[in-house]
Every structure is written in C-alpha cells, then in structure tokens.
C-alpha cells in the first residue's frame, strides 16, 4: 500500500525534511507539502530586509526549485490537526489525509502576558515582518529631526534582536537618517545565557554601531508611544520591535497531543505521543536528555536530515534513528560585522580562539548561508545570493 506522507512548513525543518524526504521515499509514498507561503525563506537573514528590501530575492526560494515535479505542494494555513481521522485541517482547501505527517511549522512569539506588547510591537518571524519593521524605521526617520530622532526600540537581545539592531544601524548610517537605537533585555547581560566573550563582543560592536543597550529590568507594559520598566523610567519609541521569545502555533489548540505551549513533544527520534505524526524545528520540544534541541536554524537543519530518514523507515517498519543535536558553534551579524564563537572546524583543524570577528567571521556567516541555499537548490544560486548574505 503506497501510504500518504504530508510536510508542514516550508522553513529550515520543512524545506529540509522535503529534500531528504524525496530521496528516501521514492515510489514507496505519496508526498504532500503545506506550507502558508510558496517560497522558503532563509530566515536567519531576514533581518538583511530590515536594511534593504532587494535583499529578499536573494534569500528566498520558490517550493518549484525545492519540490520534484512528483510532490504535490498546497499553499494554505494550518488550521488544525486531527490525529483520531489522520486528517490536516486547512482554512481554505479541504482536509489532507495522511499516513504520516511532519510537522515543521516554526513557531510563533510570546509576549508572556505583557499588556499592549502585542498590540504595539512589530515582530521578525517572516518575510512580510522585516519590510513591515523597513517601512515603519524608513517613515519614522523622515519624520524626525536631527533635534529630536525617530526612537527605535528592539526589546529582546537574542539572536533575532541583535541582529535587528545591527541592520537598523547600518539603515541609519547609509541614509544619514536621524535615528536613535535602544536595545533592551530583561536580564543581565544580552545574548543571555552565553558564554561572556561572545557577549562582550557583541555588546563591543552594538556600542560601536551606536545602539544604546538596557539590561537587568524587564518591560512591564507597552503603549503607542512607550514602554514602562520594572523599575527604570519610561522609554519613549516610534517604532517598537519585539523579539522576545517564542511559543506553539494555535492551529494545535486541540490536537491530541502532548505538547507545552503548543510545541509537541517528540522523543529523540522525533516521534510525538503520536506514533504517525513527527515535528521538529521550533514546532518541537524535542528531548535531549537534560534539556531540549535548541529551537534554532543550526538544529532544525541536522534535525529534517534524520526526521525524512526515520519516516522512511516507520513506513518499512525498520527501527528509527535517534538524534543528538551537534553544536557546531554561533555566528551572528551586527550589521555588516559579525562575532564567531567555539566554531567547529572542519577536517579536524583546531582554531586558535573561541571567539573571533573581522573578515574570518563575516565570511564563515555567508557560508554558512550559502551551503544551505545550496543544499536545498543548488550552489549556482548560494553564488548569485552572496552578496546579499
């Protein structure tokens, strides 16, 4: 029996287990791949946008270069997942039936409960996001003056507001643009939770770049034109971008299956409470032992490699692979610089420092880049993306 295997999401999880998926099934399946837009996004440069709006034709993919002819390819919003009928529910084709689903659907932000956040925040979860956060810095600049700059703040000093802040300075410096950049982050230090000299290299080149950087006093409520601190004064802004965490998506509501904040929870081997439906990426809270796979691009993309192999083999009723997330190390930008720290090198070669900047780490970042992009297309266009990554 040729049996259904259906793909949600066309980010790092859904567009990788496609490809890996393609050249295990064969003839053995059915493929069908869901996803709300027709193109992939390499969405750990979306933030480029922000700058630069012609960026996004060099860093987004229609499913056309990605899908074979043979894999059906729906655009429509996951509304549901009925796993008692096997059906996916979307909002405005008719339900899919599946043998096997996998769910890569990304995730979607938190606010945590913090009042006017979502009503006043922009966020970066898509491509549509980063021209959004483009025109409001671009209209918010040609309001201001050099007397009183258009106010932009970033809350959240992660990976995704880091680099915001870097791309909103470079917008600002390339277009002489009367802007001032406020960084803010509930806990002590930005980057939280990692190693101190990648943060104070960060922290050196955002203070270089000119954005001005709160720590250790969380937000307490937003408005139109202000956050309020836990204790510090109130901070006045134009445009206000969140990037402060992230949950499930709501289209798991009611799906019977065990899961927190909406995220499903899989086993290593990626297989939920459910033995047909599997989920990585953000999408997946996914057991590692003393803590979960991170919910990062680097652990979604060596996730789809194992997850397309062990749907293969539940269809063959072979055993499943189990995965162990390998951290191969951080790269983020701050504008047109960028930090590498406790990169993994390759062939065996050992770095003579942790932490490193310059053209070394600029350019590791755009292979990074680029060797995905090849991956799932193919090295003729990671060369036509270069510059832009």
Known sequence: MTENVVVLGAGYAGAGAINKLQSELGGNARLTW???????????????????????????????????????FIQDEVVGLDVDDQVVELADSEDVEYDYVLVGLGSQTAYYGI????????????????????????EASQ?????????????????????????????????????????????EEIFPGNDPEIQQALRDLLEEAGVQIHTDDPITEATEDHIEFDEGEPLDHDVLVWTGGITGRDAFDDADLENEHNRLNTEANFQTSDERVFAIGDSAIINQGDQPAPPTAQAAWQAAEVAGEN???????????????????????????????????????????????????????????????????????????????
Do not use: C
Request: glycine fraction near 6%; charged fraction near 25%; charge should be negative.
């Open 143 to 187: 309001e201001a003056t050099r007397g009183e700059p258009a106010q932009v703040v970033i809350g959240g000093a992660g990976l995704s507001g880091i680099q915001t802040a870097g791309e909103i300075a470079e917008f600002r410096d390339n277009h002489r643009a009367p802007i001032e950049i406020h960084l803010v982050e509930a806990l």
């Open 311 to 389: 749907i293969s083999r539940a269809i063959e009723n072979r055993p499943l692979r189990t995965w162990e997330h390998e951290d191969k190390g951080t790269v983020i930008s701050v504008g047109e610089k960028a930090v590498a720290h406790e990169v993994k090198p390759a062939f065996g070669v050992s770095l003579p420092v942790d932490t490193f900047g310059g053209a070394p780490a600029k350019n590791l970042k755009k292979m990074i880049a680029a060797r995905w992009i090849a991956d799932i297309t193919s090295w003729n266009e990671a060369r036509k993306s270069w510059s832009s990554l």
């Open 34 to 72: 869901i996803a709300d837009v027709d193109y992939h996004l390499v969405l750990h440069e979306s933030h480029r946008v922000i700058r630069d709006p012609d960026v996004r034709s060099d860093i987004t993919f229609p499913v056309t270069q990605i899908a074979d002819p043979s894999t059906r």
């Open 115 to 138: 009042p006017g956040l979502e009503e006043h925040s922009l966020t970066l979860k898509s491509l549509d996001d980063a021209l959004e956060i483009h025109d409001a810095v671009k």
